[in-house]
């Protein structure tokens, strides 16, 4: 089993919607979750980072995170073209020292 | 600043040359990694400084090497590169190394190894 998943896509969503990314991870342990957005051909940026139970809101960015079920999701309201991009879940263990560890990304088109 | 920047943007070299990417940060942030990512893959983390010491080498092969001169910045040192060392090199920093610290992205250096 991988050490953090997620559905790779693409997920396609129109103008408007909302657009409901997935992550799940094997460290029960773990500490912290980021998401990340990656244009093509850029760097990763971080857009969220959450540590306890429950729903973290910034903008039209939502994260979750359910320890218990080891799953942690990012919505995104009101989608636009420019949220297409790929979408990086990230996640750091128990004393890992900043180590982060990626899932495959999943990649996220929003048509007009 | 917020900015963690990296230069090249871009490098071209042969297996036999010796060549290096700079990080630069002036966030006073005190934990620096490098990260290398494929297309179409997630980072992979490489190394990670910790005032400026070295806390984590993922098994990077030698012709890889950190070296990290102050607190603002750090380098890799290249030296007989493979071609399947082609990929984009991402220097990360972060205000602590622990596991709570969010971890910013410099653009990255797109190397291809002829």
């Known amino acids: 089993q991988k050490e953090v998943e997620q559905n790779s896509g693409p997920l396609s969503v129109p103008e408007g919607a909302i657009a409901s990314l997935n992550c799940t991870y094997s460290?029960?342990?773990?500490?912290?979750f980021f998401w990340y957005r990656q244009y093509s051909g850029k760097s990763p940026e971080l857009i969220m980072s959450?540590?306890?139970?429950g729903d973290k809101e910034d903008g039209r960015f939502t994260a979750q995170l359910n320890k218990a079920s080891q799953y942690v999701s990012l919505l995104i309201r009101d989608s636009q073209p420019s949220d297409s991009a790929t979408y990086l879940c990230?996640?750091?263990?128990?004393?890992?020292?900043?180590?982060?560890?990626f899932g495959q990304g999943t990649e996220l088109s929003v048509k007009p | 600043d917020t900015e963690v920047t990296q230069t090249p943007k871009h490098l071209v070299m042969g297996m036999t040359n010796k060549k290096s990417l700079k990080c630069e940060q002036h966030?006073?942030?005190?934990?620096m990694y490098w990260y290398k990512q494929k297309a179409k893959k997630p980072p992979e983390l490489m190394f990670v400084?910790?005032?400026?010491?070295?806390?984590i080498n993922e098994s990077v092969p030698s012709r890889f090497s950190p070296e990290c001169p102050n607190s603002s910045l750090l380098n890799l040192h290249l030296h007989a590169l493979q071609p399947e060392d082609s990929a984009l090199y991402l220097c990360?920093?972060?205000?602590?190394?622990?596991?709570?610290?969010?971890?910013?992205f410099g653009p990255g250096t797109r190397l291809t190894v002829l």
């Open positions: 990230a996640v750091n263990g128990y004393n890992q020292g900043g180590k982060l560890i």
């Open positions: 959450i540590y306890s139970n």
């Open positions: 460290d029960r342990v773990s500490q912290s």
């Open positions: 400084y910790s005032y400026e010491k070295l806390s």
């Open positions: 990360a920093s972060s205000d602590r190394g622990g596991s709570y610290n969010e971890q910013f």
């Open positions: 966030m006073g942030h005190r934990a």
